[in-house]
């Protein structure tokens, strides 16, 4: 299935049904009086998160959703029936925004989470609402209020406990594979992953003893490349994934001829993009280190150590080298250093 993670869509909830003008006649009954039924509610729009969909797909090929009309009152003080209301189920992380794209009006960040968006209109009245001691025969109705219309943005940013950062080829798709039962696409040839793929760690099935049975989500995010935050390549739409996590793994292709630059180049992103992110904690994982030789490694940790001022992890992903040392320190960061 494909990943799509905005779209835009029209929301109308439903119209309350008209009030009924009726009167009461039946044989031998002299003075019936009025007997005209109240409409019934508008139908409303809901939001419900559900966690077994991971992408907005439904919403790109169809935009318009309308709850249905309350039906209109009837005689014999019969009320109309409310409509059906229209219950849209979105991925867990989704928020709706305004047609800006800037103001969030919901953030569905719980499973099972619903909220009721728009609401129908409510019914109107029929003209037995109006009788009264100086009105016996009242011939006053009210249609149905109208429902609510609103075009909104879908937005949804993935819930993960950490990122992987990093440019093209860093490796971030083989370490998501590695220590997840993750499936992301993986070859001898350089390209760029195009969507988020997330996975789930089990740091209970490496043997930890301080965290023996604690799992958290990875998310690998793609696209991140020099000028992506004007646009260039896949953008830096995808950051916006990394927004709810509590660390970030940056990898760094240990084979680069400028690992500083390549760092350099992700922390300019991070920074544009905002939204704090180049704020959260960070760790920093030269990886490929299969491929080096040990002068190499000394040489390039030691130069990415002194740019970024912290401490450098030397990893290999595809040997699962320094692999699991690195989880450790990532469920350090989620869960704090005092976990049991």
Request: net charge positive; hydrophobic share 35%; proline share 4%.
């Amino acid at each position: 299935m494909k990943f799509l993670d905005q779209a835009k869509v029209y929301l109308k909830s439903g119209n309350g049904g008209a009030g009924c003008l009726s009167f009461r006649r039946e044989k031998y009954i002299e003075y019936g009086g009025p007997d005209g039924g109240n409409g019934g509610k508008g139908g409303d729009i809901i939001f419900e998160a559900a966690d077994n969909l991971n992408t907005l797909i439904d919403y790109r090929y169809q935009q318009h959703y309308f709850a249905k009309n309350g039906r209109p009152g009837a005689g014999r003080n019969r009320t109309g029936a409310d409509g059906e209301d229209m219950i849209l189920r979105v991925p867990v992380g989704t928020q709706i925004l305004a047609e800006d794209k800037e103001t969030i009006l919901a953030d569905l960040a719980q499973v099972g989470q619903k909220l009721v968006f728009l609401k129908g209109g409510d019914g109107g009245f029929g003209n037995l609402y109006f009788k009264s001691s100086v009105n016996q025969a009242p011939r006053k109705i009210i249609p149905g209020w109208p429902g609510q219309e609103r075009e909104v943005w879908l937005r949804l940013k993935l819930i993960a406990d950490a990122g992987l950062i990093g440019l093209p080829n860093a490796g971030k798709s083989t370490f998501l594979a590695s220590c997840t039962q993750a499936k992301p696409k993986i070859a001898d040839y350089p390209f760029t992953t195009l969507s988020p793929n997330l996975g789930v760690v089990r740091i209970g099935d490496r043997g930890s003893k301080k965290h023996a049975g604690v799992d958290f989500v990875l998310a690998d995010i793609p696209g991140l490349i020099e000028g992506a935050h004007e646009g260039q390549g896949l953008g830096d739409r995808f950051l916006g994934h990394v927004e709810r996590t509590k660390v970030m793994l940056h990898l760094v292709d240990g084979t680069a001829e400028d690992v500083v630059a390549n760092y350099k180049t992700i922390r300019a992103e991070l920074k544009a993009y905002g939204h704090n992110l180049a704020r959260k904690p960070e760790i920093i994982a030269l990886n490929k280190c299969d491929a080096l030789t040990p002068d190499e490694i000394k040489k390039k940790a030691a130069a990415l150590k002194k740019a970024s001022r912290k401490e450098i992890h030397v990893i290999s992903a595809v040997a699962r080298k320094g692999v699991d040392e690195v989880l450790q320190l990532m469920v350090k960061k989620i869960y704090g250093d005092n976990e049991e």
